[in-house]
């Protein structure tokens, strides 16, 4: 009974996901192609009851702006007359902590009216009255928790500079005295962030460290940080590191039941079936195609994914054939054969193709010569480099 309760009681003190973030994914959907007609139609309708019932004037106007929708002046002097009645209520506030109470009754009310212009969807003002509170509080603790609210707000409108400029000042934050929490918290917002800028290698270390103790739910779901986790961890992680930090991670496993396509995805790579594999990138694809976060790396994701089958597959080899492959992996052979010549044109693949007797031939380099041509290549650059400068500079 305990146990029931305890569970019960975590469940609903679990912060719900961020108002904007949520208006964010459902503006997502109104632009995006991915997405049906009709489920459009329902992205519209709750994104204006979100609006209505909050009274957000200023995000109203970024909707009418942004999406070109006919504005309601009748309903946006409503919800601004709501707005500005809010803000009196707030500054009589201000002015009765000033009067009667501590400076921490004043930071509080002069907090809350900050976050309240972020929660209507202001977000200049709302950036420039949290930046005040930050330059305003002393307490470490304190001024993570603003950047956070200031990160989220970034995010929602999809201000990647303002993002990485706030995420760099958390990092700075949490050394100089942050606490467990949120420490694990920050590693959700730079994993996401990370996500935005293509550095898939280093936002999968930060979700498999957060996938046990995760409680970033005013970015989105547990669920949702276990997709994102295995996603990135696919094409990033080498084998021994996925079985032991995914295929094997009772978290990540519990999890995945619910979602059969990356459930799947993780067990036909581990397994090596996979023309499997092949059929579930399918469905993958779809998914992260209705993804904000994921969608504009989709088509690179995908042909990572490949490259991480294909060079699996061909590293149990030192030749086989085309054909062989081909069947394994459920695909023809004229398409096989256009994708690994592309793959290792590229330098991604370590093999070559007999085009007359239709065999691929495997030509890995060892660790260290791979080591030392990496290096020669990355020296002949640099010194390129200092070449061109040194002749600007004369």
């Not at 409680?215 to 094409?235: K, L």
């Not at 084998?239 to 979602?259: A, C, F, N, T």
């Amino acid at each position: 009974v305990t146990m029931e309760v305890d569970a019960e009681e975590t469940e609903e003190s679990e912060e719900p996901q961020d108002p904007l973030l949520v208006l964010a994914e459902y503006c997502y959907i109104m632009t995006n192609p991915a997405f049906s007609a009709q489920e459009k139609s329902e992205a519209k309708a709750k994104t204006m009851n979100i609006v209505n019932n909050a009274d957000m004037a200023p995000y109203y106007a970024h909707l009418c702006e942004t999406m070109s929708w006919k504005k309601d002046d009748k309903l946006f002097e409503e919800m601004k007359a709501k707005n500005e009645a809010e803000f009196k209520k707030q500054d009589q506030a201000i002015a009765d902590a000033k009067k009667n109470r501590g400076e921490t009754e004043v930071r509080e009310a002069e907090v809350a009216k900050a976050k309240y212009y972020a929660a209507i969807g202001n977000k200049d003002i709302g950036i420039e009255k949290l930046k005040e509170m930050l330059d305003n509080t002393v307490g470490t603790g304190q001024k993570i928790d603003l950047v956070f609210v200031i990160i989220r707000l970034a995010m929602a409108f999809n201000d990647i500079s303002l993002v990485k400029e706030y995420v760099n000042m958390a990092k700075d934050l949490v050394e100089r005295g942050g606490d467990w929490e949120r420490r694990n918290l920050l590693k959700v917002y730079e994993a996401t962030f990370l996500v935005r800028i293509r550095d898939f290698k280093a936002a999968s270390d930060l979700f498999i460290d957060s996938v046990a103790t995760f409680t970033c739910t005013a970015m989105y779901s547990y669920e949702t940080m276990v997709f994102y986790t295995v996603i990135t961890a696919m094409i990033t992680l080498d084998r021994i590191s996925m079985r032991k930090k995914v295929v094997r991670s009772p978290e990540i496993l519990q999890v995945v039941q619910d979602i059969p396509a990356a459930q799947k995805l993780i067990q036909s790579l581990h397994k090596c079936k996979y023309a499997d594999l092949f059929n579930v990138l399918v469905e993958i694809s779809g998914m992260l195609k209705k993804d904000r976060y994921f969608a504009p790396h989709c088509g690179w994701w995908l042909r990572e994914m490949r490259i991480v089958a294909y060079s699996q597959f061909l590293r149990s080899y030192r030749s086989v054939t085309l054909g062989s492959m081909a069947d394994t992996f459920g695909v023809g052979r004229e398409f096989l054969d256009k994708e690994l010549a592309r793959f290792i044109a590229a330098g991604r693949l370590n093999c070559k193709i007999d085009q007359v007797n239709q065999v691929i031939e495997t030509n890995r380099p060892d660790a260290k010569n791979s080591q030392y041509t990496e290096i020669i290549a990355k020296g002949d650059a640099l010194l390129t480099r200092i070449q061109k400068l040194s002749i600007e500079l004369t």
